[in-house]
Structures are given as C-alpha cells and as structure tokens.
C-alpha cells in the first residue's frame, strides 16, 4: 500500500486578484518551515511519503488559462483550491491513498489516519458547520454577499444538486483523505465540469441585476463541487467531527481545542497552536 501526504505552496503575494489571500499568505510564509516538518513527521509516522507540490508543476497554469476561459473574473487564489484537487488526479497514478493538507494545517496527534479510516468505504472530509445557516434560511440573517462567505458556497451546492428542502453538508477541503478509486469515482474535472461551471457563471451575470441577490457572488468553488458531488454520486463521507478536523476560525479566537487531531488554523494564529 503506498501512501502520500501533500500539500500545495504557491506565493500568493505576486498576484493582485485575491487581497485576502495574499494578507494570510504572509502569515502562512513565516511559519512554513515549521509547518513543513510538522506535516512531513506525521507523514513518516503514516509510513507515507511527503511531496509539496507548487507552481512549477505544469498543470497550474494549465488549469488557470481553463478556468480564466470559462470565468474571466476568476482568481489565483480559487485557481489554487481547485488545483489541490486536480493534484489528487495527478498522485492516484503513484499511490494508493492520499492525504491532502492545506498549509495552514497543524498536525497534533500520531494516530494514523490512513488506519483509522475505512477509504475503500469512503472519503473523509469535515464539514463547514456554519452556526448562522438557520438564521440566513429564516431570512433572519442579511450579510453582504461575498465569493467565500459559507452560505454562498451552502447556496451554490444547493443550485447545483437542485432539491427543493434539501440542507446538504459543506465539507470543508483543508483536509481531504481519500484512495484512487475514490478519486476516480469522484471524477472532479469530468465531462459536466465545464459545463456546471459555466452555468454558475451564467447565473453569477444574472444575479448582479439583483439588489443585494447571493447569485451575483457565485464562483467556482472548490468546496461546493466536492459537497455537489459526494451527493451526487452517492459517495460515502467519513465525517471528520472536531476532534479530528478542528477548525481554529476568527469567530472562535481563544477557542481552541488542543486535543484536536488536525488543527485548521484559519485565524492564522499560529502562536496559539505551534
């Protein structure tokens, strides 16, 4: 059995297109070595190789040029969430199962995930777990429309499945474990890619003549095609609960939970976790 644990690294700062990625990047950067030899350790412990793959790898700037011809207002930034998954294509030819970690993951725990999951029954995946969902779809909740609020990707999934009173998952991808066959069942960038993609874009035109309409921040968002998708196709998730996919968010600033598995640090509070 041969396993691999990766993670992506591309220098945001470089591109204009995402100015939210390229502040947390900088954080991001001054920690990456640190974070490097912490994933790679687990990775030995996994008796897994560890590969970081980045933007000299070919097939970046191919998927760039492919997305930016079906979504002109496309960035790097969603570019590089799509890429990790194109990077679980590129690796099922070499190994058997793969672990993908984002770069602001922190490993705290020598348990095996590859050992503690079934992947030939499953991916594991975490959910988004966003506590305001109930308040938005009670139209209780207005927020400002946005590419990366949670309830734009949980509307997007919902528009993609179309199934009326359906409240699916959003599975956050900072962490995504899952075997070949799997990955070939998934089939993310199939035949229907080009054509989904090209509807949520019809439909993001559609919804900026709407005053304050979510559709008008559609993108094509990783994390909604991966929920879309384990739907779908009826693909079994191994839910990864807090304890083993903990994510350290800016709404939970001093709410960590140190037992937890895998740390996700979004806040980037790298301080309060290495």
């Known amino acids: 059995m041969k396993r691999v644990v990766f993670s992506v690294y591309i220098d945001l700062p470089e591109y204009d297109d995402e100015l939210y ?18 994933q790679e350790d687990y990775a030995w412990k996994c008796d897994a190789n560890y590969v970081i793959i980045n933007r000299d790898a070919p097939w970046f700037n191919e998927l760039y040029q492919k997305l930016k011809n079906i979504d002109p207002e496309v960035t790097h930034y969603q570019t590089i969430n799509n890429f990790k998954i194109l990077c679980l294509d590129k690796l099922k030819y070499d190994y058997d199962e793969i672990l993908y970690l984002d770069s602001d993951v922190v490993i705290n725990t020598d348990e095996n995930i590859f ?11 975490a959910p988004q777990k966003f506590h305001y969902l109930k308040e938005f779809e009670e139209k209780k909740l207005h927020f400002l429309p946005n590419s990366r609020h949670p309830i734009t990707k949980y509307m997007i999934t919902k528009e993609l499945l179309g199934v009326d009173g ?20 998934l089939d993310y960038f199939g035949e229907y890619f080009v054509p989904m993609c090209k509807d949520l874009v019809w439909k993001r035109t559609l919804g900026k003549y709407g005053k304050n309409d979510i559709k008008q921040s559609f993108s094509i968002n990783n994390e909604s095609i991966m929920s ?10 191994h839910i990864m609960d807090d304890s083993w996919h903990h994510i350290y968010d800016q709404q939970r600033i001093g709410d960590l939970n140190s037992e937890a598995r895998m740390i996700h640090v979004i806040n980037k509070r790298f301080e309060d976790v290495l």
């Open 115 to 125: 050992e503690e999951f079934d992947l030939s029954n499953g991916i594991c995946l």
């Open 166 to 185: 359906f409240k699916p998952e959003i599975w956050n991808t900072g962490t995504i474990a899952i075997n070949r066959d799997h990955v070939d069942k």
């Open 228 to 237: 879309y998708l384990t739907y779908s196709k009826n693909i079994n998730v």
């Open 21 to 38: 990625a390229a502040g947390n990047f900088d954080k991001i950067k001054e920690c990456r070595d640190i974070i490097w030899r912490n």
